[in-house]
């Protein structure tokens, strides 16, 4: 069964902790993606990979880190840095980078900072 | 920068009503447009794309766009919706990353 695996689908951390998201996929995909999802506010990009061992920030990165050491695995990392870290992270992955590849997401995990 | 517009945020409609969802993008070059839903409880998945030719293009279950190059909008239409079609839906704009909208919440009635 192809797709998006992403775990914890619940998680909660005090403040002050770094913590670990984790996204896994069966399809072969170039690229990889993490998206923030917040109420009102759509999806924003905060880390894309085109390739392994390459990644590139997106539009919110600040706060945030991610590694891309295997093609099928793109951990975020969510650093005590972040300054509001509650949110919905989604992972997405595409054949490429290319601007017309349709993206495939993940379930998504719902971190809460206590 | 590339933006995304989704005017309407929460559409409420009854069984069989039409339905159209607003959707403009600021970005003078070549794009590809996409609107993506989030059902209830399930991941977001494609509802159908726009690359290039017939600017009118069909999804899933019933759906349909158009791009209006003129007017940089690529509205989502469908003539009879159903309770089925309650979730968020989300357009999304491809130049150089893709860009999504804040999305649209549609509730149907039954």
């Known amino acids: 069964d192809g797709g998006i695996t992403q775990s914890p689908k619940y998680l909660f951390r005090k403040e002050g902790q770094n913590v670990t998201l984790s996204c896994e996929q069966n399809l072969n995909h170039d690229a990889m993606y993490w998206y923030r999802q917040d109420p009102g506010q759509g999806l924003r990009l905060i880390y894309y990979s085109q390739i392994v061992n390459d990644f590139q920030k997106g539009d919110i990165a600040e706060g945030y880190s991610v590694s891309r050491e295997k093609k099928e695995s793109f951990p975020l990392t969510v650093t005590s840095a972040q300054k509001n870290p509650t949110a919905f992270y989604l992972c997405?992955?595409?054949?490429?980078?290319?601007?017309?590849?349709?993206?495939?997401f993940g379930p998504g995990t719902r971190l809460t900072v206590l | 920068a590339q933006s995304v517009s989704q005017h309407n945020h929460h559409v409420i409609l009854s069984e069989a009503a039409s339905l159209e969802l607003g959707c403009n993008y600021s970005y003078g070059g070549t794009v590809n447009l996409f609107w993506y839903v989030q059902y209830p409880g399930q991941h977001l998945q494609l509802l159908l794309k726009y690359f290039s030719g017939d600017p009118l293009v069909k999804g899933i279950k019933g759906f349909e766009a158009e791009f209006i190059k003129s007017k940089f909008s690529f509205n989502l239409r469908k003539p009879s919706v159903q309770w089925s079609d309650t979730a968020e839906y989300f357009c999304?704009?491809?130049?150089?990353?893709?860009?999504f909208g804040s999305g649209t919440q549609l509730t149907v009635l039954p």
């Open positions: 999304a704009v491809n130049a150089r990353q893709l860009t």
């Open positions: 997405a992955s595409a054949e490429s980078g290319a601007g017309g590849n349709e993206q495939f």
